[in-house]
């Protein structure tokens, strides 16, 4: 086994755990973007969103849950930004789905999640529609 998050989720590498479940473990990130950032990942590898198992899935949603209750509840955070980068382009760096779970305040200057780019899409007539039919498949 390779994978430092399946090495993490099994024991073999220590990890300040925050909560598990049979298939999902929570522990928290070792480069924290602010304190309290915890990592969600399915206890059997994935690398991507798309390959986990439903099961897996609502395990790492329930974990996330369990993680943003006590974040608020027991820590006093305000509210959380919940993110997965999936794949290398999103900025994924272990390739091993994994959930953020980042703290956030009112007054952190960091804002919403569309700040991370630029500008928003401009898109042509009709293409909301069109990009809503390819969807839905």
Do not use: W, Y
Not at 20 to 42: C, M, Q, S, T, Y
Not at 43 to 51: C, L, S, Y
Not at 54 to 69: T, Y
């Amino acid at each position: 086994m390779t994978c430092i998050f399946c090495k993490i989720a099994s024991g073999e590498i220590p990890s300040e755990k925050v909560i598990e479940n049979e298939r999902a473990f929570a522990f928290l990130d070792v480069k924290p973007l602010v304190k309290g950032h915890v990592l969600v990942i399915p206890k059997r590898h994935a690398e991507r969103v798309t390959d986990m198992p439903p099961e897996d899935a609502s395990a790492v949603m329930e974990l996330a849950q369990h993680v943003i209750r006590r974040l608020e509840g027991g820590m006093g955070i305000q509210g959380v930004t919940v993110a997965f980068n999936d794949g290398r382009p999103a900025g994924q760096e272990v390739l091993h789905a994994h959930m953020h779970i980042v703290p956030r305040s009112e007054t952190d200057g960091v804002g919403p999640i569309h700040r991370l780019f630029k500008a928003q899409a401009r898109l042509r007539e009709g293409e909301l529609r069109e990009i809503g039919v390819r969807l839905r498949g």
